[in-house]
């Protein structure tokens, strides 16, 4: 059972473009966070965030969890070729078991 | 730290053979997860450990497949006898967990292929 689904699956846009990517899911997580990853390498933790509501920017990336803990998004300004890569957002129920979602695959062309 | 270390990086093998995955966590890290990456299912959890204490096991696929934690600085991953089917990237992870944010950093993965 996949408790975390993201939208779009696959997204091409072009260099300069914005983006939002989303995360859903029916239940409640104590935190949730983002990861990139990109060929032939783990997936890198970008953010994490636990407060229902919270909204967190990394430079061009801003990131929000929804009010009941249960969705997220990560909008990206101005998209750049080093944004190309796989997003994973991943849900933490308690405070050990990590579910990862179902993934968007980003393509940023030059 | 070197972060979390995984061997072998890529592993061909028959078959009907035994497959073993190592992984060395982050020092200090008290969880430990093993993940199955593959393109139709994404990123699986098969199993996690807790102080060296496996907690959560059903994402393991079947009884060909094992998991051991012997110590805080080292784990396996078994799979006997191994199937075609079995192919995909094996992910070991390991956090500290803190609260309510527990954040995972990844190991490179071993590409597995089995013939």
């Known amino acids: 059972t996949q408790l975390l689904e993201q939208s779009p699956q696959f997204l091409s846009i072009q260099e300069g473009e914005n983006l939002t990517v989303y995360c859903n899911s029916s239940s409640v997580f104590s935190s949730l966070q983002w990861y990139r990853q990109e060929p032939g390498e783990g997936p890198v933790l970008l953010v994490t965030?636990?407060?229902?509501?919270e909204v967190k920017k990394l430079k061009r990336l801003t990131f929000q969890f929804g009010d009941a803990r249960k969705d997220s998004s990560l909008h990206i300004t101005a998209a750049q070729t080093g944004d190309t890569g796989l997003y994973l957002c991943a849900g933490a129920r308690g405070y050990q078991k990590v579910t990862f979602g179902t993934g968007t695959k980003l393509q940023v062309i030059p | 730290d070197a972060g979390v270390i995984q061997s072998p990086r890529h592993e061909v093998t028959e078959m009907g053979q035994e497959v073993t995955l190592r992984c060395k966590p982050i020092?200090?890290?008290?969880?430990l997860f093993w993940y199955r990456q593959t393109m139709m299912r994404g990123l699986e959890l098969l199993i996690y450990f807790n102080n060296n204490v496996p907690i959560d096991d059903s994402g393991m696929p079947e009884d060909r497949f094992s998991a051991k934690m012997p110590n805080a600085s080292f784990s396996t991953l078994k799979i006997q006898p191994s199937e075609p089917r079995d192919s995909a990237v094996y992910f070991c992870a390991s956090s500290l967990a803190q609260g309510l944010a527990t954040e995972a950093f990844f190991g490179q993965g071993t590409r597995l292929t089995v013939v």
């Open positions: 965030v636990v407060t229902g509501g």
């Open positions: 020092s200090g890290h008290n969880s």
